[in-house]
């Protein structure tokens, strides 16, 4: 967190064509390597599993920075794609880890929640940016878009048996909802009555029951040698 605020001290995180900080984006680069061995020493001396998120996070700054210091103007012109690759490797870190305890008893599946959980917010937001433009739900084409993209994000958590994915999208689905419920009824407060209840009952359907629906989504993929590196589906 130090190296974080004294990189970003240096200018602002995104600054035009002058790169990723105004005054030097090789000057950053220092305080984001003191952040990496930081975050590597912490997590040798401790071993606490959210110091692998610690590491992950610190060399994906590190890798921000060092591709806006080779290449100025590229991080801010595709920024949707670089958080996309980092929220597939993180992704991938992640997997890593579920694969070694399939029974979820040891830390390296704590290790994994961590990881989940940095990169289920990288990968959602990037997706549905670069399926909407950025604009968001700001019309049905987009809603229907974001709502599918959830329903596949949420098909990807339930298998892997990770909600991260499900949370992080939370809100881009209620957004797409409020907006397809607000062309049908123009009114305000039936618009938000209706999208915290639709809320609720994905909330409560996935929260009550995650075995059953685990159990009903993933047996068509039993087959499948992948499913032998996560947790049982019965």
Do not use: N
């Not at 103007?73 to 929220?87: M, P, R």
């Not at 809603?143 to 992080?168: E, G, H």
């Not at 957004?175 to 009824?185: N, S």
């Amino acid at each position: 967190l130090f190296a974080v605020l004294e990189a970003m001290a240096v200018g602002p995180l995104v600054s035009g064509s002058t790169g990723l900080f105004e005054a030097s984006a090789a000057a950053a680069i220092v305080p984001a390597l003191i952040g990496v061995g930081g975050a590597v020493m912490h997590y040798w001396r401790f071993g606490v599993p959210v110091g692998a998120m610690g590491i992950a996070g610190s060399l994906l700054f590190l890798a921000a920075i060092l591709l806006d210091t080779a290449l100025p103007g590229v991080l801010e012109a595709h920024l949707a794609w670089f958080t996309l690759a980092a929220g597939a490797a993180t992704f991938m870190a992640a997997m890593w880890f579920d694969s070694r305890d399939v029974a979820r008893v040891t830390t390296a599946s704590d290790k994994a929640f961590w990881l989940h959980l940095l990169a289920a917010p990288l990968l959602v937001h990037s997706i549905l940016t670069l399926a909407t433009g950025g604009s968001g739900a700001q019309s049905g084409s987009d809603a229907l878009v974001s709502i599918a993209l959830f329903v596949a994000l949420a098909l990807v958590a339930i298998i892997v048996d990770r909600r991260a994915l499900l949370v992080s999208g939370l809100g881009y689905f209620g957004l797409a909802v409020a907006y397809l419920m607000g062309t049908v009824d123009p009114s305000g407060e039936a618009t938000l009555a209706g999208t915290l209840v639709a809320l609720g009952c994905f909330i409560l359907l996935l929260g009550s029951g995650w075995r059953r629906v685990r159990r009903v989504v993933a047996s068509p993929f039993r087959s499948m040698t992948a499913l032998r590196y996560l947790p049982a589906v019965d």
